[in-house]
């Protein structure tokens, strides 16, 4: 099933931010058509990298001018169930990425990442993007 949207992992804005022409343009095209989403993990993992304040507003403004998708119990206790499944299989992903796969999975999106141990993830649409 073709995907509702796209879900931008923190690497992936990272490369943004520092203007990396391909990732700058795949996610201004996405932004542009209204496709783009973010939720709190992925706002909370870009703003305790920064260093400034210019780069906190900048981060601000970018992922809260998209569409944002609030983290609900039911969200937690599924992500929660995923990790116990992808653990069942000895998989062990980080909480973030497994609140991110489950958000995504429950909204029809892709998950836009660098990260490989989103191809772990069953039934997670994973898009890597190329440099």
Not at 7 to 16: A, G, I, K, N, Q
Not at 78 to 99: H, Q, V
């Amino acid at each position: 099933m073709k995907s509702s949207g796209s879900l931008v992992d923190t690497s992936v804005w990272v490369d943004f931010f520092r203007g990396v022409p391909s990732i700058k343009a795949l996610l201004d095209k996405l932004i542009s058509e209204d496709l783009i989403f973010t939720a709190g993990p992925i706002l909370f993992e870009l703003l305790q990298g920064i260093k400034s304040p210019e780069e906190k507003d900048q981060v601000k403004e970018a992922l809260l001018s998209v569409n944002y998708l609030d983290l609900t119990p039911a969200d937690w206790e599924g992500a929660a169930l995923l990790s116990g499944e992808l653990r069942g299989k000895g998989i062990t992903l980080p909480m973030t990425d497994l609140l991110i796969a489950h958000i995504a999975k429950m909204n029809n999106l892709e998950v836009v990442s660098f990260d490989l141990h989103f191809d772990q993830v069953p039934g997670l649409q994973h898009h890597k993007p190329s440099f």
